[in-house]
């Protein structure tokens, strides 16, 4: 079998996605993601001009070999851009190698164990109280677990409590640590005598704190008994997770902004975060995702890969593939699509009772429609910034 063309897909069905599409000479062909939210155009060219044309006429049934060959090959490697783009290739040539067998890429990856994934979902408000009304819904829903955000109180726009992109130019959102340290152990102490106990709580400080700040806000909600607490310092800090991890018994998870599993091997090995929560998009694809779910287990830390709405339909069946088929499988984040996703792409998680089903299909189990992708054409949209009160930039 041999590639004989590979495709870019970019569509914007309630927002931007970009989607590979590798056609073999068996006309059997694979589906993959290679979406990175506010830089999507940079990825399809990365594909378009440097990488289809180096994997063409290659077996696609190699799938370490191409990987190897698209990253050690260049010289120049790794970063987001260029990791979602071989991400999407990887995908898709996972996708093609389980139809060509007849087999779901789960079994490819040796096989089920586990029968459902338990997943959580994202709830957010304004007030406590539109968040507990906004969580009571998805557990009336089913969820088992919800990950949860609120605005806070002299902030424009806080983190998970706005929709996240813009046109023109970027939102800018504020930021000042101290009434959100104030505000977030008052959200759970106020969601314990709201929410059923045995629901799973998780919070997103998504990478804003200083070490000393982590501390405080994990010593805080240590009594709340969350689920875990995730991206507390900047990815660029490792070291800082030995001070965090020390004080504290919240379990910890991070990993989002990783773009391979040499950014992850610290946190790992030394055992300083207990759920990695890579994003398959971002690094590398299933080749790589599943080098990190194994060098997680050897490690006894499970996986919560990265879920959200940004990333298609196709990512999400990735990961459910991974979740299904490691035993260190942790939880599955899984945020809502806009409606319109469903008319340009078919396959995704069966949420059923808090869990995640997977179907038998072979591959991947997910398509794009081509026709219908290029109704919705791309519209450039940004991710917000965060500036302190004083103007200066933070990390958002
Ligand atoms: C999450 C993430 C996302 C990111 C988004 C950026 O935990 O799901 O923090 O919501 O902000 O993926 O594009
Ligand atoms: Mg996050």
Redesign the pocket.
């Known amino acids: 079998m041999k590639i004989k063309n590979v495709k870019v897909i970019v569509t914007n069905p309630g927002r931007n996605y970009v989607t590979v599409k590798i056609e073999t000479d068996e006309g059997i062909y694979g589906v993959g993601d290679a979406t990175l ?2 830089r999507e155009l940079a990825v399809a060219k990365t594909i378009e001009e440097y990488l289809a044309p180096i994997i063409m006429d290659k077996n696609p049934d190699n799938i370490e070999h191409i990987w190897q060959y698209i990253y050690r090959g260049a010289y120049w490697r790794g970063g987001p851009v260029f990791m979602t783009a071989l991400a999407g290739i990887d995908m898709a040539l996972w996708d093609i190698k389980g139809k060509k067998a007849g087999l779901p890429v789960y079994s490819l990856l040796g096989g089920k164990c586990r029968n459902k994934a338990l997943c959580y979902t ?1 709830v957010s408000g304004q007030s406590f109280e539109e968040v507990k009304d906004n969580a009571l819904e998805k557990i009336e829903a089913g969820y088992k677990a919800l ?1 949860v955000q609120v605005s806070i109180p002299g902030l424009d726009g806080t ?2 409590t706005v929709a ?1 992109d813009a046109k023109e130019l970027p939102f800018v959102e504020k930021w000042d640590s101290k009434p959100y340290l104030k505000t977030i152990p008052k959200l759970f102490e106020y969601l314990k005598k709201e929410v059923d106990d045995d629901i799973h709580l998780i919070h ?1 400080s ?1 990478e804003r704190l200083t070490v000393s700040e982590a501390k405080k806000l994990a010593d805080e909600l240590e009594k709340f008994n969350l689920l875990f607490l ?2 507390l310092i900047k990815p660029e800090n490792k070291d800082g997770f030995k001070f965090i991890k020390n004080s504290t018994s919240v379990p910890l998870a991070m990993g ?1 902004l990783f773009n391979s599993r040499w950014d992850a091997i610290s946190l790992i090995k030394e055992q300083l975060i207990d759920y990695i ?1 890579c ?1 398959v998009s971002h690094i590398g694809g299933i080749t790589e995702a599943k080098k990190i779910a194994h060098l997680a287990e050897t490690f006894h830390i499970k996986t919560a890969w ?3 709405a ?2 298609s339909p196709i990512a999400h069946m990735a990961n459910l593939h991974l979740d299904f088929s490691i035993p260190n499988f942790g939880i599955q ?1 899984l ?1 809502e699509f806009p409606k319109e996703v469903a008319e340009v792409f078919s396959g995704r998680p069966e949420f059923k009772d808090g869990y995640l089903k997977i179907s038998d299909k072979p591959g991947l189990g997910c398509d794009i429609d081509e026709e219908m992708a290029e109704k919705f054409s791309y519209e450039k949209a940004y ?1 917000p910034v965060a500036e302190r009160l004083d103007g200066s930039v933070h990390d958002w």
Do not use: F, Q, S, V
Request: proline letters at 5%.
């Open positions: 939210n506010g994202h990950r983190y998970g996240d997103d998504h995730e991206d989002e929560r994003d990265h879920g959200p940004d990333i984040e945020a991710l």
